[in-house]
Structure formats: C-alpha cells, structure tokens
C-alpha cells in the first residue's frame, strides 16, 4: 500500500518536557489541500492515542482515514479551502519516533529507556512540522480526546500560532476515573509475561495483555446505551459450538473479541504505555498553576468546545468546564452539547451531529 | 476465629437448572434473632457476588459483617424483632459447595467440571435453609445486586414463600455493558497462565488475573463523581520511591493496588467466574418469555425496590423497570432513588441513605 506520509526530523538534541531528551527524532505527518499565497488557511489536527496521521484519504492513499468524513474537499473541514496537516503523535508508531524506534546513540530499540512522554512533547511534534512547511499562523488547531489535550498544550506552550481552537471530547486533565481505567490498561499490557519489561520480542508479543486492554478501551469508549440498543441481551451464534462454558454467550462478547483481534498486532504496546501515562500526566494547571493560569496563556481569538453526553472518560462537565474557562477570559467560545449515545469515540462515527459544529467553526 | 456459620446439606441429587446435578451439596448460611413462635418473623437476605453468610456480627462471630450496619438489635433490620437468615451462595467459597468442593464423585475438586451455575440453582440453596429451619412462609426476601437477582429467582421459582420482597441496586437482567465488563473480567482470569484451565494449585494461584478483575470491579461498583472527591489529581506519596516509570503515580492508583491486593487470596478463582456467568445468564424473562410473565410468577403482596443514581453496573432505569413491572401486576410497590455517589456499591456504605428506607420497608 502506498503511504501519503511525509516526516520531519528535528536536528540535535530534543530535550524532553520532564526531562530527558531524543536524538534527531522524526515526526510523521499527512496534508491535503494546498497552503494558501498568504500562508492563512493551515489547519492543525491532533489525533487521540491510537490513531496514525492518515486521518483522511487521498490520490497518493486511497484508504480510509481515521476522520475521512471529516476532513476533504467538500467535507466539515473542507480541503478545497484549508492546507491540512495531521500529525503522528511523538511517541506512537506509525512512523514518529517512539519506543519502538532505534536509539540512535545506541543503535538499539528505545523500548522502556525511552524518557517519560508528555502531550507538551507531543504538541512541540506538531509545532517541528508547521515550521518546516513554512506556516507561521494556523487558521485552527484541532484536537478530539487525546488530540484535545495536546491541542490545549500547543496553544499553551506556543502561543500566538493559531487564531481559532477546536477542542473535541476531551478536557483540562484526566479525571481519577479516566486514570483508574486507563491505569488498568496499562497494567493488563505489564502484566503480561510476554511484555518482558518492554523488551518483547515479535514472535513472543504480549497479544494477551494488549487484547485486555483494548476491550477494556472498547467498552469504556462507548456508553451503556449504545451497547443496549446495538446487543440487548443476544446471544452469540458460536456459543453452541464451542465445549468451553466460558466462551462468548452474547453478541457483545463476541463483538468484544472479534473487535480487539483486528487492533492487537498493529499498535506496539510500549508506545501504548508512553502515550496511555502522557494522557494521564497533563495538566493545564501544571502550566501557571491553576487552570485559569493555564488557559489565560493561550491566544486564539475563538474557540469551540464540544461534547458528549453519554462520554464517560471525558465526561460533558469537563468540556462545560473549558468553555466557561475560555469564557472567564472574555474569549469568543461556544460551547456543544451533542445527543450522540456513542460515547467518547462519538466523533469518529456520529456524522450526523458532529458535521454541522465542526463545519460552521471552519466558516468563522 | 470462631464461626457462626451452620450448614444444611442436601440429600441425594441437587438436579441444576442448565442441567448436571451435585451430589450431596451444601449450603452455609448464619442467622440473627429467634424464629418467633407464630414463624412469620423470617428474613432471607442473598448475598451480592463476593460476600459470605457473615452479614453481621454475632456472640459467636464478633467480627463485623458485610452489611454489619443494616442487620442487628435496633438496626433496619432488627434482629430483636427479626430472625434474619443469611445464605453463602451456591458455587462460592465460603461454605456452600462450590467449584473448590470436593466432588464425592471422584474423590477431587469438581473445578470446572462444576455444572453451569444459574441464579435459580443459588436461590434454591436458599429454599433448603428455610425448609431445614422449619420456615414456611417469610415475613420478607431480600437482595442487594446479584443477590436481587437470586431473590427475584426464588420468588419465582417458589412462589408463596414469602410476604414482601426488598430488590436493591438489582435488576431482571443484565444490560449489556454490564455483561461486557464481567466477561472481561472473567477473561482476566483465564488468561492468567496460572488459571490452567481452572487446575490452579495453591503455590501457583492466578493472582495476577484476581487482581485485575478485583480492580475493574472496585472501579466500576464505585462512580466517577467519588473518585473525583475521594482522589482528585492528588499524587501518590510512593511515586517518588521507584524506579518504575509506569508505577502508581497518582493517589487512585496506589489505592487500587493496595484494595486488590486485600481480596486476593480470599475468593477462589473458579467460584468468581462461575458466579459472575451466572449473574450474566440470569433472566426474568426466561421465566415465561417476557420479563411480565416472569414477574407475573411472583406472590408477594408487597415490594419495595431501591436504586443509585450513580451505578453504572445496575443503572437506575432497571430499578424503574422492576418496580414499573410490579405496579403492572397492582402489586402495592414502593419505588427509591437514592442520590448516593457511591454508585452500584451504595448499599453497603452509604448508610445515611440506605437506613431510612429500608427500616420503613421492615416496619411495614
């Protein structure tokens, strides 16, 4: 399959947000669109933890990106208007430097001496590759869950780069319940024998740990009332055929299994590590110490905020909780409340509510 | 430690409700109080998944119980007007025969060759207790959690029995984003290495996996509103002490860690996954192909049924649906929505909202 990527390498010494630093590391990246005489139509796009840069389709790759109705000529973010670029999380592993990649002061794997991740880290990725292509002003920053967190720690550490914000799904910081659920994820992924602390090796891969993990994502980026409305209480058609008592009796558990095996396998579990703890770690309030300290760094001239109500890891208070901080500072901010009953990955799958907020941001 | 804990062990074959029978199983069960004269003072209560008959302290066990704050003289349940029988379920570990049981078939523990366990089989452990006690009608049933789900399968089963019925944090059946989260845990077990397929020896224990179920239970039976209060972004003092980059670095992690590891050890493994299956298979609607039929079974004149606005495993509107299908039947039916925020878990903490309805419903 070709690959539409495209990579910056950061020359010399990367220092790292809590310390440590990477040696001439590469950040992964995709555009669409073309970037305006006037250099004013650059839209940047951070992604959640698990996706690649390839958010959108097109000629050099025709697959399916992750916000591929989002993002494209016609689309909510219309490429026939802005220069959009996606970047590849520092840390993750669809071409960005991370764990996996090899140390170049050692010529092995950074596996666990990778030094701690932080979302400032990954947004400082996001600013190497706007100063490569040349874009000194971005019309938007665009960030959902993770994304939205990184976007908050661009706008905070780079100020003055971007004069609109579109934060989706996510919030200032991690609630205890966030960091409970995703704590136990990276345990299940530690605990497995095959992690090897970190140093597993690809016929001996900890699949058990990341399988556990990625059901336990799956359940709790959804709500209760999809799964309702979706399973009910229906039962799996293998259950018959199977002696084990144990095996999948419901639809749900059978979709929780069928579902986990195709993402195990394409995701390194040490970079699920890194950027798991990095969500868990930022804090707005860590940036002037308080949250309006934080916020009132930041100097886009509007914002959007938008949530879910059945979001159970970003819950709605939490973006209420953005907007009335943007709000405090007398900045243009809307907040939205959407209906969706998908839950946190809403803005992946629920279209129909998320294209009309997403779209009229982009016509301010 | 002394012990208050009797037993009643049932002659010849105990037939179970999927099919496969016991031979000679038995249940353990405590009681509180004198069965009056006239015997119409008996309370059953049935336990939620993980507890044993010790629901409160005794002469003879002072240790407390696991509802030590509800059943005693002068508490909501008063044990000084009140002959109070609580039941260790069937197929757990604490008395009943269970899957650690030794069959006297063969001379070993049945493990997983213990038959399918159904809510029906635990609820007629409990039918056993109260013919062995000389009780023939009950002033009242009652059941927290999975233990509502056993109280409505005995009054199904065995209509007649018992005047009044309290259901809380309960349901008729599981939704599926609970089914979801259990069968994950049950997983977590088996794919513990040293499960082995249920032949665990006490030297190699599937602790790991224990320990993981135990965490996903205590964060789900609890709701993010008291995470929040309780733990907040607080750091965990031991961060500092390790090494270890992916250690507990906040207060919510350490206090997992340290609650899981206080039940490891204390359930056997094989006794939780046929337990947890068995709140998942259990459906009202199996009685007479709708959950009215099923309902329609019950001969109490009298029900009261109590919800959390913050369980996320039991969610209100199933607690709406039960006391709705009640009233359906002109049952006189009292229906409470308590506003506790520690969610699924409520019943046995937040007693300055538990109290009051529950010393009404006995007062009735």
Not at 330 to 352: C, K, N, T, W, Y
Request: overall charge negative.
């Amino acid at each position: 399959m070709s690959s539409a990527r495209k990579f910056v390498t950061v020359e010399g010494d990367f220092a790292m947000h809590q310390g440590g630093a990477l040696t001439n590391p590469t950040i992964a990246y995709e555009t669409w669109g073309e970037l305006s005489e006037q250099r004013n139509n650059a839209v940047l796009v951070f992604t959640g933890l698990s996706p690649s840069a390839h958010a959108a389709s097109s000629p050099k790759d025709p697959a399916p990106g992750w916000w591929e109705e989002v993002i494209g000529p016609g689309r909510a973010i219309d490429t026939r208007r802005f220069f959009v670029i996606c970047v590849n999380s520092l840390g993750s592993c669809f071409g960005s430097t991370g764990p996996a990649s090899i140390n170049p002061e050692t010529g092995e794997p950074y596996r666990c001496s990778f030094p701690v991740l932080s979302l400032e880290d990954v947004a400082r990725g996001g600013r190497e590759v706007i100063r490569h292509l040349g874009v000194e002003k971005l019309f938007a920053t665009v960030g959902p869950s993770m994304g939205g967190m990184t976007a908050l720690a661009f706008e905070i550490v780079f100020p003055g780069l971007s004069n609109a914000l579109l934060i989706i799904s996510s919030a200032t910081r991690s609630l205890a319940f966030a960091t409970a659920l995703r704590s136990l994820q990276r345990e299940m992924i530690r605990r497995d024998p095959n992690w090897s602390d970190g140093n597993y090796c690809e016929d001996a891969y900890p699949i058990t740990g990341m399988r556990l993990a990625r059901k336990l994502g799956m359940i709790t980026y959804r709500s209760a009332e999809e799964w309702r409305e979706r399973f009910g209480r229906e039962r799996s058609a293998e259950e018959c055929e199977t002696g084990d008592s144990f095996a999948a009796t419901f639809e749900i558990e059978a979709y929780l299994e069928n579902h986990a095996n195709k993402f195990t396998g394409q995701f390194d579990p040490n970079s699920y590590l890194y950027l798991s703890r990095a969500s868990d770690l930022f804090d707005v309030a860590d940036h002037g110490a308080s949250l309006e300290a934080g916020i009132g760094r930041i100097e886009v001239s509007r914002a959007m905020v938008i949530g879910v109500v059945t979001d159970i890891l970003f819950p709605l208070h939490q973006q209420r909780e953005l907007a009335a901080l943007f709000e405090r500072d007398s900045r243009e901010v809307e907040f939205i409340e959407l209906p969706s009953i998908q839950g946190h990955d809403a803005f992946l799958v629920d279209m129909d509510n998320f294209r009309p907020p997403i779209a009229r941001f982009f016509e301010g």
